[in-house]
């Protein structure tokens, strides 16, 4: 089952315009004050091109979960990317949904004072009244009970890593673990991190400690069957 269509079912129409753009793997929702289709794609396929150039010549890139030092001349992205993983403690493409949401988000504000863009769960915002997030968290009892009230009108990331959904590699059982963060990169680093520490209810504690010293991070819930942990700067709300 594609998960996509189980969360984004339940999105309501916040914006004026809602559309996906799709280029190879990426599949972005995005909403805006008006159709930004042809922007989107071609600002997708270009930070895309940045990634899987760079991978040509250094395939330990695309394949390390752990993180690696870039010292040679490279796109920011991929700097980025490498930095979010030595502050997370994993490989730099646990950075890559986070920051591709956050690189095409930061684009189309160029033509649109407000923007959301959602890819797999890790969206980046920028909304001038407060928005209410969802938390899906699959098949735990909690899933789409608990919402996180978005009041700030800069730009930020809230992104989700999961070991019970969803197509990203996870060593731990979480069944959401979100993060916010003002980087796209550290936010879905990050959830990645805290996710791989949570195995059962008794670790909540324990990731929670873990992901609130990644310099970057603002606020962390961790999901797992029926419990919660939550830190930080964060407004949960009972949906």
């Not at 799709?22 to 289709?37: D, F, G, Q, S, Y």
């Not at 895309?48 to 890139?61: A, G, P, T």
């Not at 796109?75 to 920051?99: D, Q, R």
């Not at 400690?209 to 830190?231: H, L, Q, T």
């Amino acid at each position: 089952m594609d998960d996509r269509k189980e969360y984004r079912k339940f999105i309501k129409g916040f914006l004026p315009v809602s559309f996906q753009t799709t280029v190879l793997e990426t599949n972005l929702l995005i909403h805006a004050e008006k159709k930004l289709e042809k922007i989107s794609s071609e600002t997708v396929l270009k930070y895309r091109n940045y990634i899987s150039q760079y991978i040509l010549n250094n395939h330990e890139f695309q394949t390390s979960l752990s993180p690696l030092f870039i010292n040679e001349p490279c796109h920011k992205i991929i700097k980025e990317m490498s930095e979010a993983g030595i502050l997370a403690g994993v490989g730099p493409m646990a950075a890559v949904a986070g920051i591709i949401a956050e690189y095409t988000g930061r684009e189309l504000l160029k033509y649109s004072n407000q923007v959301i863009v959602e890819n797999g769960g890790d969206t980046f915002i920028k909304v001038n009244k407060p928005l209410v997030m969802g938390i899906y968290a699959g098949n735990s009892p909690l899933s789409m009970k608990i919402g996180i009230k978005i009041n700030e009108t800069n730009p930020l990331s809230v992104c989700t890593s999961s070991g019970t959904i969803g197509h990203s590699l996870s060593k731990g059982k979480s069944d959401a673990v979100c993060v916010i963060s003002k980087s796209g990169a550290i936010a879905d680093a990050s959830a990645t991190s805290i996710g791989n520490l949570v195995k059962k209810s008794e670790d909540i504690s324990y990731a929670i400690d873990y992901g609130k010293k990644i310099d970057g991070v603002r606020g962390i819930i961790v999901i797992i069957d029926d419990k919660i942990g939550a830190w930080g700067d964060i407004d949960l709300i009972k949906l």
